[in-house]
């Protein structure tokens, strides 16, 4: 990815960080009341959205799954893997994954509130840990196609359905929530980040589902003619298989329905 650059690697995962990251870093802190505390918070928040990215990350190399890099960008972190299969206890683990390390956190953070005796209500350190965590794993469960709740839908409706058709249905309930975030977000929250997300969430379940599409008809197209052959087959043109080999890696890897 162009518009990020690497910090350093974890369990041979490459961590990037989106050129807008430091600047919108720099600003917040600029801006805060106390700047040292800011600096604390927002490092701390990230660090948490590591620890959930790289949950997913370990969950999908358990599986053989490469994870391509982890990158952080303002809203927050991703993890971007390679070939994932069309699998629903695979898809279900490796996006349950995520939320669970936050489940985890929440917890051993709570414990460690209560042994120090720290009011449940009020601003502490530990206090905010515990916030962040509880907030992170249950934002993320909402079944809002393609984040992880949405995921874990999707995986759910799969175990009896076709792949395509249950994301067909997880990215039309992920886009009744993304237009409640886009609608109702700034009213609810008193800020841009939820119909930001709203509209993340609209764009990228499109994206997906368009590449499940593509595949599909790849697939169609593996199984009726030579493979890749000039053209795709069933309509599929060459500009739509490099747009789907940028998406998610060589098309020559994926093997026919069976
Ligand atoms: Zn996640």
Known sequence: MRDSFPIGRVFNI??????????????????????????????????????????????????????????????????????????????????????????????????????????LVGNSIPGYFVAINLMMGLFNLIPAFPMDGGRILRAWLARKRDWLDATEIAVQIGRAFALGMIIFGYWLTGGWVMPFIGAWVWWMGARELWHVRMKHKARAAYESTMWPGKEGGRGLTLKDLGKIEDYRGQLKDYKPRD
Request: hydrophobic share 60%.
């Open 14 to 119: 490459e961590i990037r960080v989106h050129y807008l990251f430091p600047l919108i870093l720099a600003f917040l802190v600029a801006t805060a009341e106390s700047p040292l505390m800011a600096l604390f918070l927002v490092l701390m928040l990230f660090g948490v959205v590591f620890l959930h990215e790289l949950g997913h990350s370990l969950a999908a190399q358990a599986f053989g799954i490469q994870v391509l890099d982890i990158t952080f960008w303002p809203l927050g972190g991703m993890a971007r893997m390679a070939d994932l299969p069309e699998n629903p206890r695979i898809e279900g683990l490796v996006a349950i994954a995520g939320p669970a390390v936050n489940g985890v956190l929440f917890t051993a953070g709570l414990m460690v509130h209560l042994l120090l005796g720290l009011p």
